[in-house]
């Protein structure tokens, strides 16, 4: 199953490509579900709720405050003995409101939810690019987090916890602490898993203009440090370009000049009209349906490790950063970890098993490519007989 992520600047219309691309999916005979808090509108032509999309296409609509309240209210009941012990008072759902984060966490379960359906492709609309760089790499952190807070070697030592509770005289983390993190990083793994799937992949949906060029960048440079594909950069609201209208013509020369920037950095561009409105109702979507279908995305770019024992007595490993520049990278060693910064975004990334038993010995930046230069460490490489 195809999933596409679709994301954007902010009022760039994303959610408006998301709902294009799914019908016109759907009207192609493909089962679609799409993925979004505020397409509903668009498939309606007063701009009500359309109680249903048709077309074979399904709308599934994240649900961050009742989300929020279940998790909570399941968690507070796992944890009813400790909270007793406590004197604390038990909330009750009427009295929740969710808190910062709650949207992204729903997102989250959304996306994994949409894989485990029986439809063909599902579009999801993601929040604005800095955002959706930022949910799509959770996954990935928050279990980080949980291996270093709660490793599997403490979990499976849980069963002996009542008997070191009695002789330290001190309460150890009850059970349900590391069932709720087992849960948690299952659920954690599984929406990963899709996020980092060769069928998925990202549309990036700009308005050609001053900051679309610097978009472009961050998103692919983001994406590739998460390990990502970027789908297609599609080119929105463009104006006619045979206007007699002095005014209208100056804004379409400068739009022009930015799609041709966005052109030579991607090689291809999808490019949609302004309607001159808002988009309302399946006819004005069908206007706006993408010139190429959700086909298999382009690979991403693999981290190889070269081997260069013996022309240079190292192993060079390759990272693609498309965009990158030398003032933006940081580099620091920490374990079998290696902390990568780029710009705004970091990265701890695991490093292959045989770079494990090297040191860092430099690092070049060629066209995009990373280049970290390991040397084996003799104490821990395989003596060769």
Not at 104 to 120: C, E, I, V, W
Not at 229 to 256: C, E, F, K
Request: charged share 25%; with cysteine; aromatic share 4%.
């Amino acid at each position: 199953m195809r999933i596409i992520l679709v994301t954007g600047l902010g009022g760039a219309g994303r959610t408006t490509v998301a709902a294009a691309t799914a019908l016109a999916e759907a009207r192609a005979g493909r089962r679609v579900l799409l993925v979004s808090e505020d397409a509903d509108p668009l498939f309606s032509g007063d701009g009500g709720d359309s109680g249903g999309s048709g077309d074979g296409l399904r709308i599934l609509r994240p649900a961050p405050a009742a989300d929020f309240r279940r998790e909570f209210l399941d968690l507070q009941a796992r944890s009813g003995a400790a909270l007793d012990l406590l004197g604390a008072a038990p909330f009750e759902d009427a009295e929740l409101t969710e808190l910062p984060g709650s949207r992204q966490f729903a997102l989250l379960r959304s996306l994994r939810d949409a894989a485990q359906g029986d439809h063909d492709l599902a579009v999801v609309d993601l929040p604005p690019l800095p955002e959706a760089l930022a949910v799509l790499a959770l996954p990935e952190q928050l279990r980080r987090y949980l291996r270093r807070l709660l490793p599997t070697e403490r979990q499976a030592a849980r069963a002996l916890r009542p008997m070191l509770a009695q002789l330290a005289g001190v309460p150890m983390p009850a059970q349900w602490l590391y069932e709720t993190t087992a849960r948690w990083e299952a659920e954690l793994a599984a929406v990963q898993a899709v996020v980092e799937a060769p069928t998925t992949s990202v549309r990036l949906v700009l308005e050609p203009g001053p900051a679309a060029g610097r978009a472009l960048r961050t998103a692919r440079l983001g994406l590739a440090l998460q390990g990502l594909a970027l789908d297609t950069v599609v080119a929105n609201r463009l104006l006619p370009a045979d206007s007699d209208d002095p005014w209208l013509a100056g804004l379409t020369t400068q739009q022009h000049r930015h799609l041709a920037e966005l052109r030579t950095a991607t090689g291809a561009v999808d490019e949609l009209p302004h309607l001159g409105r808002d988009p309302r109702g399946p006819e004005d979507l069908a206007l706006l349906a993408p010139a190429r279908p959700a086909a298999a995305p382009a690979p991403v770019p693999e981290w190889s490790v070269e081997d260069r024992r013996e022309e240079d007595g190292v192993l060079v490993w390759h990272i693609a950063l498309p965009g990158a520049v030398k003032e933006e990278l940081s580099l620091v060693r920490r374990g079998d970890e290696l902390l990568l910064g780029v710009g705004a975004f970091r990265r701890n990334v695991p490093l292959p098993g045989a770079l494990r038993r090297c040191t860092v010995t430099g690092a070049a930046l060629v066209e995009g490519d990373l280049r970290v230069r390991f040397t084996p460490d003799p104490g821990l490489w395989p003596r060769t007989p």
